[in-house]
């Protein structure tokens, strides 16, 4: 009986230095680096949207219409 209870005295023990340890711990470094990350995938992501939206409707788009146009075209 007296090993189980200095067994969960210990785990007690190591519970608490390590719950110590988190709040003692003032790096900040979750949030604002994970804020960072996220508004820089969100930048990359719009601006990659924008390109392609750019390259379809100005220059694939136009010259697939055109060649579906002559391609049903029976006049000559």
Do not use: C, H, W
Not at 3 to 29: F, P, Q, T, W
Not at 43 to 68: C, D, E, H, K, S
């Amino acid at each position: 009986m007296k090993n189980v209870l200095k067994k969960v005295k210990e785990k007690n023990m190591y519970a608490v230095v390590v719950i110590k340890n988190a709040l003692d711990n003032r790096r900040g470094e979750g949030f604002v680096d994970s804020a960072v990350k996220i508004l820089i995938a969100v930048v990359i992501g719009a601006l990659l949207l924008a390109g392609l939206y750019l390259l379809f409707n100005g220059t694939i788009l136009p010259t697939l219409t055109q060649r579906i146009k002559e391609m049903f075209n029976y006049r000559g």
